[in-house]
Structures are given as C-alpha cells and as structure tokens.
C-alpha cells in the first residue's frame, strides 16, 4: 500500500509514539477507491487527534472520553483491526488536574445541594465534590488490571507519608492494606455517572499503629463479599485515586473527643483474603456448623470410650479384690468369722453305743 509519510511523520510527533502499519496486501483487479480517512494513515490521524492534550487539564476537561474513543477506533472495528493499527492502555484514566489543585486537606465531606450547587457550596467543596465525581466515573470504567499497574509507582506509600505531604500523591493510584472492618452500601452521589447505581463506603484498618481508618469509595462489591456488613474481619489490598483527608465528627460513644482525619480513597479491592471470616452473609454459617458438629460428636466418643474402659476396669478390679480378700481372710489367724470349709464330723469311740 502508499504510505503518505507526511501523515505518518505527524502522527509520531503528536504523540512520540511508534506504530505499526498494515502489512501490504495484494492488489485487486479493481482497486476500490478510499477516501483518505478510511485508509490506515486517516485513521492514524483521527486516533491521535483524540489523543491530542490527555495530558494536559485542558484535554481532558475539553474532551475526557477522548481516549477511549480512540481505543475504540483503534481496536474494536473490524476495518481498523485489520489495518493493523493497536493502542494498549494499561494504566488507569488520569485525574483533571485544576480540581485536584483546588482540593483543600482536613475538611469535612462537601455537602452539595441539588438545586444551584454552584451558589450554595463553597467553591474549594465544588472542586473536592468534580475530583470525587471523576474519580467514581474512571473507577466504574477501569479494568482491575489498570489499577495494579498504575499503583506500582506508589507501592510503598503508607499513612506517615500520606499525613506529611498529601498534595504530593493527590489524585495518584496508593495501595491500602489492612483489615476491613466496615462495608455500607449507599446511593451514588448526584451529578454521578447513570450507570452507577450504588457506592460502597469501606473503612480499612492499616498496619501504622495508632493511625485511623482509610476510607475506601468502591463501585462495585469485591469477589469474596456478597454483601455489605457493619461487622468484618477480612484482609484485603485496596488501590485507589486518593483526594484528602476528610474530616470526621468524634465517635462519642467511644469516648474519643478529636475528630478523626481519615485518607480518602475511589478505587477497587483487588485481594481479599478467602480464609478469614465475617464476611456478614453467613455464607460460611453451615461450614461452622459442620465443624461445632464434628469436634463434639469426637468428644462425646472419647467420653464414652473413657467411661466404657472405667466400668470394664473396674469389673475387673472387683473381681481381683474379691479374690484378694477370700485368700486374706483364710490366711488370717485372727480371724473369729467362722470358716467356710465344713469341720471333719465327730468320730465316736469305739465301743460307744
């Protein structure tokens, strides 16, 4: 096929990537007549037109689907495909910038009003409430495998490093460990995407000691919880877009007079340990039930082989002690019990009569 190395010398400076062309194929008798938009250079240049400013704010305030509309004119037309043309996104949807800057650190969660949001929040809690929105939007749209990608450059970050300079990973994809002890399901926030119809609200207790609870925003339940519960006791791996510290009013009940500061994070669990329990379903409620039934059925046996060997032990004791006293009483010269054995009868003497 012609190559126009004009459109392919422009296509790898938008974008500084390398790509493929198709493989030549051999000429019909008739070659049909493309226009220059459907041959492989036109769809190169559209793909790239979409790709144009993902990096920047204004890109992807001007055009946030532009990627995936290039995946989808790269990868998923059966035309395109065999034109040989590929894009492989691996990593996860990158935030807006401009409302990550705006996001302020220890506030409470935004209160946004339906009706003129604009007037009636503060403009720091309309930014905070965007980023939020986006986030939930790129989590719903994302595959699990993007997440794990994206989180090996902040692998090792932990709460200490979160606390001293949250501005620096805001927005960026941080890994959670721990335990999660709380799962809620509540409706998807206003203005959020159509599709998502409920969020869960986790809270994941980490290995720093003393630190409080991640807040973990979830799209959808992880493999290994049907459904949500006040109680858990699961290990799991969170990775997720992280915003702020939010605020939260002080557990009274608890006694604790400080309000808590808690990391704020959408995004996915990706492990969950299988062998803990509390995953409040009662999924392993006849599991349970099966072993509490096993070990007292193996204690009542052991009780009654103990009892069965005590009363055969003790027939034969009283057996051996019954003998113990027959031959102790005849051996007895003290003894004034008569004896068993019949005394010799009385021989008369001769001649008696």
Same mark, same amino acid.
């Given at each position: ?22 493989? =030549? ?80 650190? #220890? ?10 949001? =604009? ?58 460990? !721990? ?60 990775? !997720? ?16 007079? #400080? ?23 009662? =999924? ?70």
């Amino acid at each position: 096929m012609r190559h126009v190395w004009l459109g392919f010398a422009l296509a790898v400076w938008l974008t500084n990537l390398s790509a493929t062309n198709a493989q =030549a194929l051999k000429k019909p008798a008739a070659e049909p007549n493309y226009s220059i938009w459907k041959t492989d250079e036109g769809i190169h240049v559209k793909g790239m037109s979409l790709l144009l400013g993902q990096g920047s704010a204004f890109g992807v305030s001007a055009n946030p689907y532009g990627a995936l509309m290039a995946r989808r004119l790269f990868g998923e037309n059966e035309f395109n495909a065999e034109a040989g043309w590929s894009i492989v996104f691996d990593r996860v949807i990158p935030m807006t910038p401009r409302h990550l800057r705006a996001i302020q650190d #220890d506030r409470p969660l935004p209160v946004i009003y339906e009706k003129d949001p =604009a007037k009636t929040a503060p403009l720091v809690d309309q930014h905070w409430y965007v980023a939020f929105i986006e986030a939930l939007s790129n989590t719903l749209r994302t595959p699990e495998a993007n997440f794990k990608k994206s989180a090996q450059l902040f692998a090792t970050v932990a709460f200490p490093q979160l606390r001293a300079r949250p501005w620096v990973y805001r927005g960026k994809i941080i890994t959670v460990t !721990g335990k999660l002890a709380v799962l809620r399901r509540e409706d998807a926030p206003r203005l959020s995407d159509r599709n998502l119809e409920y969020i869960y609200t986790g809270y994941v207790i980490g290995p720093t000691p003393g630190a409080p609870p991640f807040t973990i925003i979830l799209t959808e339940l992880p493999q290994g919880v049907e459904k949500p519960a006040e109680k858990l006791d699961l290990n799991v791996t969170f990775q !997720g877009y992280f915003l702020s510290f939010v605020r939260f009013p002080a557990d009274k009940r608890s006694g604790k007079k #400080d309000a808590i500061l808690s990391p704020y994070l959408v995004g996915k669990i990706v492990a969950v340990n299988a062998n803990k329990k509390g995953t409040g379903d009662g =999924a392993d409620q006849p599991y349970s039930a099966t072993l509490i039934a096993t070990v007292l059925g193996a204690f009542i046996t052991i009780a009654l082989a103990v009892v069965a060997m005590n009363l055969w032990h003790r027939r034969g004791d009283r057996r051996i002690q019954s003998k113990l006293a027959e031959v102790r009483d005849r051996h007895n010269p003290f003894n004034v019990e008569p004896a068993d054995e019949n005394p010799p009868a009385d021989e008369k003497p001769k001649g008696d009569g």
